[in-house]
């Protein structure tokens, strides 16, 4: 079964700094990952998808890479603002998705 | 266009009865997923429906069923109901693969046991 680890499980951030979400996986059989939010009590809103043959994508100031000798994945958040406080997941897998427990990151105004 | 739905977004229920909670996804997507969210299991993969079939399955008891209408619309069904069936019910369409396409997720349904 995959298993998706996310670290750190939480963050605090003063405004404007670049952060590192981490995220790792044990099933080595890496397919598309995608990166997620979910703001309290809401559903997911996707961020980025990341095809099994690619290596990065950008959006605005996101960007997510794919080390797929390595089984990770990271998310890079540029200029950070308060409204980018959310808990962000990633998922990974073949027929369906396999979620990380996710961090949950706040950024201080 | 619309985003997906669903509905009731809170219930409340007592051990023993059962509930159905329905999704409906963005027009044109024929995937319908359903995860179950809780705080100390995070998000777990329920079932997935596509073209009214059940194309893929996780690890949940028989009480957890689905299903899926013409219209793409899904609904969710849990029968004899448990404490720990407490959770947030999460729904997500995708135009057709769920690995490969972007999920978007519906505001989820609120189930509280008593």
């Known amino acids: 079964k995959q298993e998706v680890t996310q670290i750190p499980a939480a963050l605090s951030v003063p405004e404007g700094e670049n952060l590192v979400l981490n995220c790792s996986f044990t099933?080595?059989?890496?397919?598309?990952l995608q990166w997620f939010r979910q703001d309290p009590g809401k559903g997911l809103t996707s961020l980025l998808l990341?095809?099994?043959?690619?290596r990065e994508q950008t959006s605005g100031r996101l960007n997510a890479s794919l080390d797929k000798s390595s089984g990770r994945s990271t998310l890079y958040i540029a200029a950070s603002q308060p409204g980018d406080s959310a808990t962000y997941l990633c998922?990974?897998?073949?027929?369906?998705?396999?979620f990380g427990t996710g961090t949950r990151l706040t950024v201080i105004p | 266009k619309a985003g997906v739905t669903q509905t009731p977004r809170y219930l409340i229920k007592t051990r023993g009865q059962q509930v159905t909670l329905s999704c409906s996804p963005i027009?044109?997507?024929?995937?319908v997923s359903w995860y179950q969210q809780t705080p100390g299991q995070g998000l777990q993969f329920l079932f997935e429906?596509?073209?009214?079939?059940?194309?893929n399955k996780g690890n949940f008891p028989g009480r957890f069923s689905g299903r899926q209408f013409s219209n793409s619309r899904s609904e969710m069904n849990v029968s004899t109901l448990e404490l720990g069936d407490s959770a947030l019910y999460l729904c997500?369409?995708?135009?057709?693969?769920?690995?490969?396409?972007?999920?978007?997720f519906g505001p989820g349904t609120r189930l509280t046991v008593l």
């Open positions: 027009s044109g997507h024929r995937s």
């Open positions: 990341i095809q099994s043959s690619q």
């Open positions: 997500a369409s995708t135009r057709d693969q769920p690995a490969t396409d972007t999920q978007y």
């Open positions: 429906y596509f073209s009214e079939t059940q194309r």
């Open positions: 998922a990974n897998g073949a027929n369906n998705l396999f």
């Open positions: 099933d080595s059989a890496i397919y598309n």
